[in-house]
């Protein structure tokens, strides 16, 4: 594992001064949204309450009618249907049209109604399968994407293509930001549907528990990706928000990565379990590596404050008070 300690530059007056706005955070209720809404919570911007009845992002006249009602001076757009290697692999249709139409009716609609600033999120699985590391902004479109997740990929290029081009066209101050494989409290601990590192957390746990000889990790365990603790990529987001005005996206991370094996040993590690790591190859091992060059994140003044095994810890201090609390539920 590289280390990822970097010196923060000196703090820079904001382009778009955040205290006071309102904010609408879409998919406020998800991992990342709700950390966005709590950093820009501290930060004392309002944040806009979702519609208390559940708004089907999917559908333009929803949004457009919320929207209008709402009326919020600035918009991170955290909601998209995202989920772990199989999830993306088997749903292909709601990967690429549900993300689709969310991001199109938000920022269209944002457009519409005048929201003044606008952050679309989207994720480094949109960089070619085999591109250069760590990887550039520079690298997307330049070559084949990885199959498990091309249509994730394709969904989000058109994003932030959307974004781009209502910077062209209309002279929209809106911007991308593409962060890495992202983990914490809210993540979704579903084996079928999860990301890698909370499912690595329940499986540890489970097996911990049951005093299990072996847990079982998928495919070969040599990918490497690059993990960023929930929080710290909000911090990174919101402070994109506030310094960032460009036509081209910004990546965010933590400029070190790990693989796949050694992230199951640190988590076995942290969680207390000893047994054996059983590596099931008949699952797919995805894109081998995915570890974002930041530099021009870090060159705009930030940098990373949590380190992946803090992070592994606190998240699975939020894991056992969950499942605290649905046990006495
Ligand atoms: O996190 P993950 O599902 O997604 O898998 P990707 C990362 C790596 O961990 C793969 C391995 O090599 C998996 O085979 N792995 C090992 C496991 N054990 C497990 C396990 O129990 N569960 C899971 N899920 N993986 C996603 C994309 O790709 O990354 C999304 O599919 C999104 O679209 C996200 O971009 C950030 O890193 O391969």
Redesign the pocket.
Known sequence: MVDQTEQALPARDPIYPLSGKRVWVAGQRGMVGSAVARRLAALGCVVVPDRPDRLDLRRQDEVADWLSEARPDAIVVAAAR?????A?DTYPVD?LEDNLLIQTNIIGTAHRIGVERLLFLG???IYPRLADQPISEDALLTGPLEA??QW??VAKIAGIKLVQAYRRQYGRDYISAMPT??YGPGDNFD?NS????P??IR?AHEAKIARAESMT???SGT?R?EFMHVDDCADALVYLLQHYSDDDHVNVGVSSDIS?HELAMLVARIIGFRGEIVLDQT?????PR?LLDTGRLTGLGWSSRITLEDGIAATYRWFLDQSELRSIA
């Open positions: 995202v989920g772990g290697i199989l993306n990967f994720s480094s699985c498990t997740n994730y990929a494989n992202l084996l999860s990301h890698v590192l499912a690595l499986k990790v998928w495919g990918p990706r796949i699952r797919p091992d995805g894109t995915k």
